[in-house]
């Protein structure tokens, strides 16, 4: 027989290390080539890593929870035949084609990391005991946010208490692996949850986000409820949060993954370009009609509409008008580098953290393709599988604290760029209104507050007040784009 060892590799971007979040087979389980043998997390994504070899699985050589450098040995496979050990495979990079795969055979597939066909060679396998299950779809979107939802990290591990009568779960009754999405899982696992114990409530057995937050809460409350139903002869309240103060006093999380690189990125941000943030406060009534007319067309019924989209694409213009924006400095090189491209920015909240995936080439979009790539882009980082390719080359961002109920703030300088436009959210407020006669009324309006933050080594006062007054003025009344072209 010959054993061959597949080593951890190169996820690109400058990434040297990855953490070992799940093994999908076990030792002894017999593999194909292209199967999803593992799902590791680097600095910006989780991967999912395929075997370029067919046969048995030998030995895992690394542990869940275990971060490893790139080149460390991480799972062995007897492919059958005779002969001395084979080499590793080589280290591959996302987005370029892998050499075809040794032991499959002449007409098997270049290899992508962290893709795969989806069927036949590439099913995935569960440990032992449990079978293979279809991912969870993720959570629905809200009105006005291209990002996913927060979910709180930090939260302590909820205390377990039986129920005298507990449901059972559909997902472990079947016997298989419970259905759920890495989001989720992640959720379960930072709440010390087993998954085989949530009740799912989502499609064919899948377990959702609101699933495990209120397992969490009900394992806390649990008994309780039940001495309450007793007493007063129906249905205690369902409790939606973890009572503060439950579980250990004090928690740590390690500070690894997507969250250390925004801390060291964000730190080099703040202490290398100096900052400058300014605020306008604007009647978007017109940009709200407007969406409330895109949504209606025969040509967006199939992507979602929000202000958010109104905003992106008025950036675009506001950039070819001020061109200076759109640039970064060049400390190497004492060169001010202006970009003829707008590689467009989402601020995303994510489980793992904040991440800010960019739309390439937006300023070559109409308003339907973005709207479609901002749709794509919630959702690749919402199943945290946003690639780090997807993260570099930024220009300019966007962040959209009004999802949170904010009305503004001083978002920091994404590493690389010069700007950062922050949203704020839309309120209904009373509004100074002139009519064709030059008479001032208060009128009723939707109102919000943009602010733009910038490098003032490169962009002065003028240059970001005439950008962010020219934002404003298409939201304000979104036909002036037509004038700008």
């Not at 450098?69 to 084979?86: E, L, Y």
């Not at 690189?261 to 964000?266: D, E």
Request: glycine fraction near 10%; proline fraction near 7%.
């Amino acid at each position: 027989m010959a054993i061959k060892t597949f080593n951890l590799p190169d996820p690109g971007e400058g990434l040297v290390e990855a953490e070992i979040v799940e093994w999908k087979v076990s030792p002894g389980d017999t593999v194909k080539v292209n199967d999803m043998v593992l799902e590791i997390e680097t600095a910006k994504s989780l991967v999912e890593l395929p075997i370029p070899w067919a046969g048995t699985v030998k030995e895992l050589l690394v542990e869940v929870g275990q971060t490893i450098d790139v080149g460390t040995p991480i799972i062995s496979i007897d492919d059958g035949k005779g002969g001395d050990d084979a080499p590793s495979a080589a280290p591959s990079i996302p987005g370029e084609k892998a050499a075809p795969a040794e032991g499959a055979g002449g007409d098997s597939e270049a290899i992508l990391v962290g893709y795969g066909a989806k069927a036949g060679a590439t099913a995935r396998r569960a440990r032992k005991g449990m079978a293979a299950d279809p991912v969870a779809a993720g959570p629905t979107e809200t009105e006005q946010v291209a990002a996913a939802a927060p979910v709180a990290e930090h939260a302590a591990p909820a205390p377990r208490v039986e129920s005298p009568a507990p449901a059972v779960p559909v997902a472990s009754a079947a016997g298989g692996r419970p259905k759920a999405k890495p989001p989720v899982r992640k959720l379960a696992k930072d709440l010390g949850i087993d998954l085989a114990s949530v009740t799912p409530t989502g499609a064919d057995g899948i377990i959702t986000r609101d699933d495990v937050t209120n397992h969490a809460s009900g394992a806390v409350v649990n008994g309780v409820a039940a001495q309450a139903d007793s007493a007063v002869g129906g249905a205690a309240p369902a409790i939606s949060r973890m009572p503060f103060g439950a579980g250990e006093r004090e928690e740590r999380t390690p500070i690894k993954g997507v969250r250390k690189m925004t801390a060291q990125a964000m730190v080099g941000s703040a202490f290398t370009a100096p900052h400058v943030t300014e605020w306008i406060t604007i009647d978007v009534t017109k940009t709200m009609e407007l969406v409330d007319r895109l949504k209606g067309s025969r040509e967006f019924k199939d992507v979602k509409v929000t202000p958010l989209l109104v905003l992106a694409k008025a950036l675009v213009l506001a950039v070819k008008r001020n061109p200076g924006m759109n640039a970064t400095w060049d400390e190497a090189n004492q060169e001010i580098v202006q970009k003829n491209y707008v590689n467009l920015g989402i601020a995303a909240a994510t489980p793992r953290g904040l991440i800010v995936p960019n739309i390439k080439d937006a300023h070559a979009m109409t308003m339907l393709e973005l709207a479609q790539a901002i749709g794509q882009l919630t959702a690749t980082a919402r199943e945290g599988r946003t690639q780090p390719a997807e993260m570099s080359g930024g220009t300019m961002t966007i962040t959209n604290v009004g999802v949170f109920g904010v009305d503004s703030g001083t978002p920091i300088i994404n590493p690389g760029e010069s700007a950062i436009v922050c949203f704020g959210a839309i309120r209904k407020q009373p509004w100074v209104v002139t009519d064709a006669d030059g008479n001032d009324e208060i009128a009723i309006r939707h109102v919000t507050q943009l602010a733009v933050s910038f490098d003032h080594r490169l962009i002065d006062g003028e240059l970001g007040s005439r950008f962010l007054s020219d934002l404003a003025a298409i939201l304000a009344d979104p036909a002036q784009a037509l004038v700008w072209g």
